[in-house]
């Protein structure tokens, strides 16, 4: 048995839990950070038999790949005219840090 | 030495705690999920001895276990009458998920 | 490979975090509990090669030591004069939970 331990953006969190929950894994969801500038993460824990960490690893890897993205930025600069505009800027977001381990039980109730 | 990660119900984590605590077990309690429809949920750490595996799991499985609860819906639904009237409601609450994990070293400075 | 899971204080956590990036250790940051009467505690994730885990150790446990601090209790107390007065309070700051386990894989993406 292992405990796959996956802290993913905020953005990417409930994608990879419904594709994981439809491929028959259960997930736990930990607590989410807050962040200002940028959106913060969210840790997920998953329990698998050895010959599903695999599977799991692949479809975190796929939902939660680094990836650019252009945003309006919410805090509009000031220009010279003295017009606030909002603005693009173009973004990283995405990535994951995951850890295996091995568990020695895993109980749901 | 083991670690025991106890993702349980933020109603039960303050019994929980204080029955390990009266157990002589140290327990470290990480951030707790806010929720809105369901209430959220937090995770313990605890680090103990292989032959006291089985008395925590003991205690979290006992307070934490899945049961029935009548609440009254706080967002009254609204009847034909134009009248709006709060309405009791059957929901789960309790329940865990828990992994044990072998740990080479525990440190509380 | 080693997972360093530390529990720490909420105002040594931006510390222990630049101390560990400069020595060139990469540091997930998990969620942040709020405490009313007391600073809450952040979580952090490290991955490390087994022969570095010494040296991230004493990192946190330089960083993190309980120390005294004396605050000026923001809720200020009623004396017999009827005059609401500040004073000083010695309280425990700093402390950390640290576990160390042994981890199959570490993924960065
Ligand atoms: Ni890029
Ligand atoms: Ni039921
Ligand atoms: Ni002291």
Known sequence: MKLIIAIVND????????????????????ATTGGFLK??????????????????????EETCRTRHQVITNPSPLSTTTGVYVPYPVDIEVGGATIFVVDVDQFIKI
Chains 1, 2, 3 share one sequence.
């Open 39 to 60: 959106s913060g993460n969210t840790t997920l824990m998953i329990g698998v038999d050895e010959d599903k960490v695999e599977i799991v690893l692949g479809i975190v």
């Open 11 to 30: 953005e990417d969190a409930i994608d990879v839990i419904d594709l994981l929950n439809e491929k028959g894994f259960r997930v736990t969801k930990l």
